[in-house]
């Protein structure tokens, strides 16, 4: 069972939680590893975690953050991001690590295209650790303004707990389960 | 494929008779949900309309958002005619999308007479 879970997991109309309750998980941000052991997790059903409003004909907003995504402290949230205006999104996490840039472009991470085309959502999932809050940048790509710009957002959320140092060690040796959990983008 | 997570959900305004014309009389037909405590921001799609004309006379109800100078038209004005009901289905209608009230107007109307409107959305958000 621990080997099935990992990050971005598909499967029909699902979305699985990446970790259950009494498995390690290494946390990792940015340069950070945390060991961690999840002890609960709750579904967060999808709810707009941000709106960026009104954007004028072919202007990119300035990159908002996306406070309600932020988690209590040692908490972790797996999210997936759709929106249901028509927009590019940029996503960051946290606000000043872009999601999906590879050499040439930055990828947008959501548009109106993207329920169509990957139909689960697993290719814009995000993790958040604690209040390393994620941050969009809207592009309103239409010769026209814009009035809303929303970003739904659903998934779960998870409480851990510190692993002790052997379990630590017997997971870096191999002989313990882990679910590595990317909680930030990734610079070189 | 599970394209209807992009859908919103139907909703009917109230029927609002409109005995009064003019822009500065413009109405609301369908009013936006901003409860304070509600999340996230909701906006409307003009779905259906039906309007009775009562005796009002042919005249062009507009339909939009604000009122007076600041009325801002969502559709071209559709002409009423007298004495009749006026219905307006989906594939008649473009898919515009309003993020305030959304009201309407009739021109003008014949003394004694009236429109009876009433909207259907598809409420986004």
Request: a negative charge; one cysteine or more.
């Amino acid at each position: 069972m621990p080997n099935e879970l990992y990050m971005n997991q598909s499967g029909p109309n699902s979305m699985n939680p990446i970790a259950l309750i009494g498995q390690n998980v290494l946390v990792h941000y940015l340069k950070e590893n945390h060991y961690r052991r999840v002890d609960f997790y709750e579904p967060i059903p999808p709810f707009q975690c941000i709106n960026v409003g009104a954007i004028a004909a072919a202007t990119t907003s300035a990159r908002a953050n996306i406070t309600n995504l932020d988690q209590f402290d040692d908490e972790f949230g797996q999210f997936r991001l759709f929106t249901i205006d028509n927009v590019q999104m940029r996503i960051y996490v946290p606000a000043g690590v872009a999601k999906g840039m590879m050499k040439n472009i930055h990828v947008p991470y959501v548009d109106l295209n993207l329920p169509n085309r990957n139909s689960n959502l697993n290719l814009s999932e995000i993790f958040v650790w604690e209040d390393n809050r994620p941050a969009v940048e809207v592009i309103n790509l239409n010769a026209l303004g814009i009035n809303t710009s929303r970003l739904i957002a659903f998934g779960f959320r998870f409480h851990t707990v510190a692993l002790d140092q052997s379990t630590i060690e017997a997971i870096k040796t191999g002989r313990a389960q882990v679910t590595h959990v990317w909680c930030s983008g990734y610079n070189q | 494929m599970i394209s209807t997570m992009l859908e919103g959900i139907r909703r009917a305004g109230a029927v609002v008779n409109l005995a009064v014309a003019g822009v500065a009389n413009a109405t609301a037909i369908y009013t936006r949900p901003t409860f304070a405590q509600m999340v996230g921001a909701r906006t409307m799609k003009v779905c259906k309309l039906l309007v009775r004309n009562n005796l009002g006379g042919n005249c062009w109800l507009a339909v939009g958002t604000g009122a007076g100078a600041g009325f801002a038209n969502l559709i071209p004005p559709l002409l009423i005619l007298n004495n009749i009901d006026n219905p307006w289905q989906e594939f008649e209608l473009p898919a515009v999308e309003a993020a305030a009230t959304i009201t309407a107007f009739p021109d003008a109307l014949a003394v004694g007479g009236s429109l009876d409107v009433q909207i259907e959305v598809e409420e986004k958000g």
